[in-house]
């Protein structure tokens, strides 16, 4: 039995490793499974939101009502996603979202402004 010795250079397994490696480059991430968009409200406005894989949320897009400002604070996809409503006149609300299975959950908190608080003492 005749045993044969294999020379492999360094500079051919790199080769190898890279032809393996460029298609994966060009590859993206799926979001995996949406419900759809769910259209919601708060008291500050009103905001798009969809469900991906059951347990993970993403913000669409969030509309404010007349006199407020809208900052996306978390986007997501993630566990919570949250939205501020601002505003010069009234209370600011922040509005947090979770998915569970595959159904937006709401909490809506209410973030005092003193200023708009003394107005009410005038």
């Known amino acids: 039995m005749r045993t044969?010795?294999?020379h492999v250079s360094m500079r051919s397994t790199i080769a190898a490793l890279a032809v393996a490696v460029v298609p994966l480059a060009g590859?993206?991430?799926?979001?995996?499974v949406?419900?759809?968009?769910?259209g919601l409200n708060s008291t500050g406005g009103s905001f798009v939101v969809q469900c991906i894989d059951q347990s993970f949320v993403k913000v669409v897009s969030a509309q404010p009502l007349p006199g407020y400002t809208v900052r996306i604070v978390v986007p997501g996809p993630s566990a919570e996603a949250s939205i501020k409503f601002s505003s010069e006149s009234a209370n600011d609300i922040r509005v947090a979202v979770r998915c569970v299975d595959a159904v937006p959950k709401v909490e809506e908190?209410?973030?005092e402004d003193e200023a708009v608080a003394s107005m009410g003492d005038a």
Do not use: A, L, N, Q
Request: glycine share 12%; aromatic share 6%; proline share 0%.
């Open 4 to 6: 044969r010795s294999v």
């Open 27 to 32: 590859c993206t991430r799926t979001e995996g």
């Open 34 to 38: 949406s419900s759809g968009d769910v």
């Open 109 to 111: 908190f209410v973030e």
